[in-house]
């Protein structure tokens, strides 16, 4: 379990900057960033398709903690990952599984593997390219994804000032209609926002950092009156509402 550090501004933000941040492991938050669950549970989804999947595509393996925690994983299991300071951590963590890990980082697009490989493709929050799934997966394969929504954690842009999501559009029905145009049957498809909470300020800078996406261009220094005022909500007992926006898909080459 993570300690909480003191409740002053200047301990969270340095406590918030100076965290070691390593693969996509979001222990650091518990209790201090409370995500709340989907219905669905994207591992047993994923493990449903692996039952008669002989080779498995992960894309996007962060550190690769998701597909480690599917092992027993299909004879042949490959990953890629497209971060620099994550290639190794994924390569240490799947290895003794036997996955090999391709390093995407020079070209986020082609996928590195021969056509018709894979009989499962799984993609965690990574971005796609329809024809490159197409391309390397077997006849019949399928394509599972989950993703997070163009309106994720908006009351957040919202709190700071930040501008909107550059990517509001992007949303299960966006996502479907792009998979049915690149020749993709679409087999399941659901949808959540999702009530969650950060409950202190080193929280809020901790995700902005690590998903710098979120609020392009952030900096402390340039949104410290917004985050101090926020701040002394949270101190007060006030935890942020926002929402996660997730959706899932499943499908497969018409």
């Known amino acids: ?48 398709r692996m ?20 092992a027993p994983l299909p ?30 980082t020079a070209d986020p697009v082609r996928l590195p593997f021969a056509d018709a490989t894979f ?6 929050h990574e971005e796609y390219t329809p024809a490159e799934l197409r391309r390397v997966l077997r006849p019949g394969g ?3 994804t989950q993703q997070v929504g163009g309106s994720d954690l908006e009351e957040l842009n919202a709190a700071l000032g930040g501008p909107p999501h550059e990517f509001r559009h992007f949303d299960l029905a966006y996502a479907t209609a792009e998979l049915e145009r690149g020749g993709f049957e679409i087999l399941d498809g659901r949808e959540e926002r999702i009530p969650s909470r950060f409950h202190d ?22 949104y410290e009156e917004r985050l101090r005022e926020l701040h002394a909500r949270l101190s ?13 898909i499943t499908a497969r080459p018409a």
């Open 119 to 124: 009989d499962l493709v799984h993609s965690r």
């Open 51 to 70: 039952r008669t999947a002989a080779s498995m595509l992960d894309l996007g393996t962060g550190g690769g903690e998701f597909l480690s925690s599917l």
């Open 75 to 104: 004879p042949f299991t490959a990953a890629t990952e497209g971060w620099a300071p994550n290639v190794e951590v994924a390569r240490r963590r799947l290895r003794p599984l036997g996955v090999e890990v391709a390093d995407t």
């Open 201 to 222: 300020i080193g929280a809020v800078a901790l995700m902005l950092r690590i998903t710098p996406w979120h609020i392009p261009g952030f900096t402390v220094e340039a």
């Open 236 to 248: 007060a007992g006030e935890p942020l509402a926002v929402h996660t926006h997730r959706f899932v």
């Open 1 to 48: 379990m993570t300690t909480l550090p003191p409740l002053d501004f200047e301990h969270l933000i340095r406590d918030a900057t100076e965290t070691p941040f390593e693969g996509w492991d979001f222990g650091v938050f518990y209790g201090r960033y409370v995500e709340g669950a989907t219905s669905w549970d994207l591992r047993e989804l994923v493990r449903e």
């Open 142 to 144: 399928t394509f599972v």
